[in-house]
């Protein structure tokens, strides 16, 4: 599942650059998070960096991209692949 920022968002640019697949971004009023490139860092880390640095705690789970693990690094290796390519 990737994650999402809520409208509790402060902007306060922290997590932007936590984000190891530049899957964070500023939004129309706040940042937002592309559920095409969040892994909530599975393949990176073990925690999602963004929650571990956000002040204000507004980065939950997003319901509407639901994954499993085995989703997520499926996910992350694709995303690496992407990388080498360009």
Excluded: W
């Amino acid at each position: 599942m990737s994650l999402i920022i809520t409208d509790e968002c402060i902007n306060c640019d922290v997590c932007e650059p936590e984000c190891p697949n530049d899957a964070i971004s500023m939004g129309e009023a706040y940042y937002v998070i592309d559920p095409n490139k969040c892994t909530e860092c599975v393949g990176h880390f073990d925690e999602p960096q963004c929650q571990q640095v956000c002040p204000v705690e507004c980065i939950p789970r997003d319901p509407a991209h639901t994954e499993s693990p085995k989703q997520l690094m499926a996910k992350y290796h694709n995303l690496m692949e992407a990388k080498k390519i360009s």
